[in-house]
């Protein structure tokens, strides 16, 4: 059975001046036990709210989330905070996550004082250690205050505060796009390695699609608060059918020179505005291999293959019919 | 024509002094443009890759100061020429697009007045209905749908990505000869990338002009450069054709951020430890500290930036003691 199982997610918020946003519009996933599934996105693309309200730190407009059984969106303030010790998030900026006057000792054990207030002080300071060591950090660390840390020792600070309560489900918002490279490669082995440990399950938010293919094992592509194509990370990498998923792979630019796209798919134009969505498919007016009915009728997210869905009405589209020329997008 | 590279920056040092000490940014740095030809100049977060094209452009401010070093544009100095002439060859010669567009704009003037703004500045005194139609022109020619209207407007109207093709616009306008872009396309979204990068590359390399990017990512660098600049802790580790410098990486440092791409299937490797301070600068190389091909020499004395030419085919430089053929035989291959 999946541990997290969200259905038809819905959020709406009202900009200064009257306009709604759409944020998210009928989103549904599922993540199992120990797997992780990436949310990929561009800005305004509804991932980090979904994070978000996954953890009832946004609340919903409607829609179900299931996690572990339990309807997280009924839940009580009581419920909800003994809830919390099993679903926690990581941050993408880790210093401005951090309270900058705790110490890092302080700043893991928190949680477990509020999570298990009858654990005794001994016990308390073995796991805050324990965990520390888990993510990297020495025990020397605990006595420090977060400005004296890299950015990414700063980010292990925020994985061990999210694992100390022994979660079964964490939120990883783009737990990596502000460090540097080499850092970045050091937080992706910690987290992978966690993951194995404890079996966790990962919502792995990003826009990165590098980061992605390494950790995730499922991916759900968003484009303005929609899911366009959901289905296995090997299925969706190697063989995408939606035109916005292909437009996606191909910007994203592999470091060998010697490795060039074999067809670079771009899109025309920008993401439209989320408080005035196009009508019919979201992605036709950026579309190269739009037909009249993408004008026309909204698209439903439809199984072409087990555990492999894609919005567009035209997919499998033939590659040939891809208009090469769309939006001024010449070859590299 | 001259011959020669169009840029050339010869040995370029850059202080930063504070009251905690002289923050050594940019450590005698050298590299070239050729015309036609996109150099990639790539490292992390403090590598002082844009500290260097400012060092370049001559802006650097205080407590900032260009202590050494030499600019050469077309064979001509521009560390020592009057700061007016200067001026005058930054967007004459020298166009520059930062990272914020919208740091470059003006948030209360119509982009029409910006445009004629920077054009007379340059061209000399003109009526405003001479400029529009190069402006219009300009907009045209960075892909801007209906230029009429975006003249009319302000930058806070732009999404950041047609922000950032106005700055591009305004640059080309007056036809400079060699293009710097600092991290032209780090704000912007993914899909918008690849347009602004090809605009960029359509106007100036395939014009025949030169364009230095500065950039963190090394899909970049390896997808449109053609020659690569490795930074770290100010100095130049390894230099030469993109191609050449990804494939048989001579430097630990440049091995050590392949290393980190990564890859599906595989580990990733990460570099341990962290760059050394910028104020009490190593007496050695700066990369020994978290460097596995490092000996006793590498702690004692700091490796010179020479150039090499394998099989006398291409030009490539490396500062480390190491032996190159030993740090590319690491190099990951399988995807």
């Known amino acids: ?332 | 024509m001259a011959h020669g590279p169009l840029l050339e920056v010869k040995g370029i040092t850059t202080r930063f002094d504070t009251r905690h000490g002289s923050v050594k940014a940019v450590n005698a740095v050298s590299f070239q443009a050729d015309r036609g030809e996109m150099v990639g100049i790539v490292g992390e977060s403090g590598c002082g890759k844009s500290a260097t094209v400012r060092s370049v452009l001559g802006l650097i401010r205080k407590p900032g100061r260009v202590v050494d070093g030499e600019v050469l544009l077309d064979g001509r100095d521009l560390l020592h020429i009057p700061k007016r002439e200067l001026r005058r060859v930054r967007g004459d010669r020298i166009g520059f697009v930062a990272q914020n567009p919208f740091a470059s704009l003006n948030p209360i003037l119509k982009i029409e007045r910006q445009f004629h703004n920077v054009i007379t500045a340059h061209r000399g005194r003109s009526s405003r209905s001479s400029t529009r139609p190069l402006a219009r022109e300009m907009l045209d020619a960075v892909g801007i749908p209906g230029p009429d209207r975006i003249l009319d407007g302000y930058a806070h109207e732009l999404s950041g990505g047609m922000a950032q093709r106005v700055v591009i616009a305004m640059a080309l306008s007056l036809d400079p000869e060699l293009i710097i872009a600092d991290e032209p396309t780090t704000a912007l979204d993914v899909t918008i990338q690849g347009q602004i990068l090809d605009l960029l590359k359509r106007n100036s390399v395939d014009e025949g002009r030169s364009l230095v990017l500065v950039t963190h990512d090394l899909g970049v660098v390896a997808q449109y450069c053609d020659r690569v600049v490795v930074m770290y802790a100010g100095k130049v580790v390894e230099t030469g054709p993109v191609r050449e410098v990804f494939s048989r990486p001579w430097h630990p440092y440049t091995l050590g951020l392949l290393q980190s791409v990564p890859r599906r299937g595989a580990k990733v490797k990460s570099l341990p430890g962290r760059v050394p301070s910028l104020i009490d600068y190593p007496v050695g190389c700066p990369f020994a500290n978290r460097c596995s091909f490092a000996f006793d020499r590498c702690r004692e004395e700091a490796p010179e930036l020479s150039p090499v030419f394998p099989d006398g085919v291409t030009q490539r430089a490396v500062s480390c003691h190491a032996d190159p053929e030993e740090v590319s035989a690491s190099v990951p291959r399988a995807r």
């Open chain 1, 1 to 332: 059975m999946s541990l997290v199982r969200v259905e038809e997610l819905t959020k709406t918020f009202r900009r200064d001046g009257g306009a709604t946003v759409h944020a998210v519009n009928n989103v549904s996933f599922e993540i199992a036990r120990g797997e992780t599934l990436a949310l990929i996105g561009e800005s305004g693309s509804g991932k980090s709210t979904i994070g978000r309200m996954l953890l009832r730190l946004l609340e919903a407009d409607t829609g179900t989330i299931e996690i572990d059984g339990v309807d997280i969106r009924s839940l009580e303030e009581h419920d909800l905070r003994s809830m919390r010790a099993k679903m926690q998030i990581v941050f993408q900026e880790p210093y401005e996550s951090l309270n900058p006057k705790m110490r890092i000792g302080d700043i893991v054990s928190e949680p477990l004082e509020i999570h298990e207030p009858n654990l005794s002080r001994s016990d308390r300071r073995d796991r805050v250690e324990a965990t520390l060591e888990e993510v990297g950090l020495e025990t020397h660390h605990a006595e420090l205050l977060p400005r004296s840390l890299s950015g990414g020792q700063q980010q292990r600070v925020g994985i061990a505060r999210a694992l100390v309560t022994r979660p079964a489900l964490v939120v990883l918002d783009e737990p990596t796009s502000s460090l540097d490279l080499s850092v970045q490669a050091q937080i992706l082995e910690i987290l992978s390695d966690l993951q194995q440990s404890h079996d966790l399950s990962y919502l792995y938010i990003s826009h990165d699609l590098s980061t992605v293919k390494y950790i995730a094992h499922r991916i759900a592509v968003l484009y303005l608060g929609e899911i366009r194509e959901q289905g296995p990370l090997e299925t969706v990498v190697e063989d995408p059918q939606d035109p916005y998923t292909k437009a996606l792979l191909s910007a994203s630019l592999d470091p060998d020179p010697t490795v060039r796209p074999a067809n670079v798919r771009k899109l025309a134009g920008e993401i439209p505005d989320p408080t005035n969505l196009p009508e019919g498919c979201f992605l036709h007016g950026r579309c190269p291999v739009r037909v009249d009915a993408c004008r026309e009728s909204a698209m439903v997210l439809r199984e072409i293959d087990v555990g492999h869905s894609v919005r567009c009405v035209r997919a499998p589209v033939d590659e040939a019919e891809w208009a090469t020329d769309a939006g001024g997008g010449e070859s590299r």
